[in-house]
């Protein structure tokens, strides 16, 4: 995290989840980012839990055998991760220089989150510069990673034969890539906007809230697309591939017809979403009691969740805002699903800070 783009070659970026592995092949240009490769590796069931790895040398051989086989040959990988283990913050500290953060945090970290510099890697980003009291202070992002998770990622990337630049962090991978876009969908403006963004992923869904680049709140719920897929199996004997058929089929989640086949499917969905949008509710009152001022203005979804249809407007019905996936970006050139590559391409962006 933290590194510098290197010029302007072409990188892979993956983002490793716990159901699959995004990966994008790209670069940057003049214009903003091509991406001229893109695929999804299943990734094998047990392998990893909450962005720990638990099975190295499985891991190692499902990206190996499908890089081989599409032909991968770019070594330079940017990778994004996340995990409940993965601790953010906001904290104030009074003004230093900028060269002179990081051994601030060095010495001080413990003071403001519950976390040795020995056990975790600390990256910062700066998000505003205020006086109070008369005295000028910073406030800060603190994202610690653990060191042994961070060793982990590496070991497995040197393993391949890859060259690792970044680790990034997934909600700042979808904070980078809002900022990066001026417009999403040709109808919605980002500068100035506060977005939740709902990452619905296999083990759990991410609730980011963000505002012109900066992560202003981050949480994990611990539901995510394998409760749904559970909650189904409880009634239901289906395979894994069976469930993700008939969610496919479903026309839109907020009609159901008990004439259709899936409409038994579809009633469960719906009350594991009611369920999980409770608890959203709850990050989101809580970013809006921190100052007067706060507002959420769109809601972003992805992740692979989001491709259930009409998911976009019951989350507008639910918060009374708008809700939208992501179809297009202005200064992102790419064919595939937004909604499945964004941390992926978010992940090449580099810009200053985390």
Do not use: C, W
């Amino acid at each position: 995290m933290g590194l510098s783009f290197k010029g302007r070659q072409k990188v892979i970026a993956l983002d490793i989840g716990a159901y699959s592995i995004k990966v994008v092949e790209g670069k940057e240009n003049k214009k903003g980012i091509v991406i001229n490769k893109f695929f999804t590796i299943k990734t094998p069931l047990g392998v990893l839990k909450d962005g720990s790895i638990l099975d190295k040398d499985l891991l190692h051989y499902v990206i190996s055998e499908e890089f081989k086989k599409r032909k991968i040959r770019t070594k330079d990988v940017y990778i994004t991760i996340n995990s409940s283990k993965i601790l953010t913050r906001e904290i104030t500290i009074p003004k230093v220089d900028e060269d002179d953060i990081e051994s601030f945090l060095r010495f001080q970290i413990e003071d403001y989150i519950p976390v040795s510099m020995d056990n975790y890697v600390i990256q910062y980003k700066i998000l505003e510069t205020f006086y109070e009291d008369n005295l000028e202070k910073i406030n800060l992002l603190i994202i610690a990673i653990p060191k042994d998770m961070v060793e982990d990622y590496l070991d497995l990337l040197k393993n391949l034969n890859l060259n690792p630049v970044v680790m990034d962090y997934q909600p700042n991978s979808i904070a980078k890539l809002i900022k990066y876009n001026s417009l999403i969908n040709n109808a919605y403006p980002t500068e100035d906007i506060t977005f939740a963004n709902i990452d619905i992923g296999y083990d759990s869904t991410k609730i980011s809230i963000i505002k012109n680049g900066n992560i202003l709140v981050s949480r994990i719920i611990e539901i995510g697309g394998s409760y749904i897929d559970q909650s189904i199996l409880n009634f239901n004997e289906f395979t894994v591939d069976e469930i993700e058929d008939r969610k496919r089929k479903i026309e839109n989640i907020n009609r159901i017809d008990e004439d259709d086949e899936s409409h038994g499917i579809s009633n469960i969905i719906k009350t594991s979403i009611i369920l999980l949008t409770e608890k959203i509710e709850l990050v989101f009152r809580y970013y809006l009691s921190r100052r007067p001022d706060n507002s959420i203005n769109l809601i972003l979804i992805t992740g692979g969740v989001s491709n259930i249809k009409g998911l976009d407007n019951m989350l507008s019905n639910m918060f009374n805002m708008p809700a939208i996936s992501i179809e297009t970006l202005d200064n992102v050139d790419f064919k595939g699903k937004f909604s499945d590559y964004a941390n992926s391409i978010g992940t090449i962006i580099r810009t200053s800070g985390v």
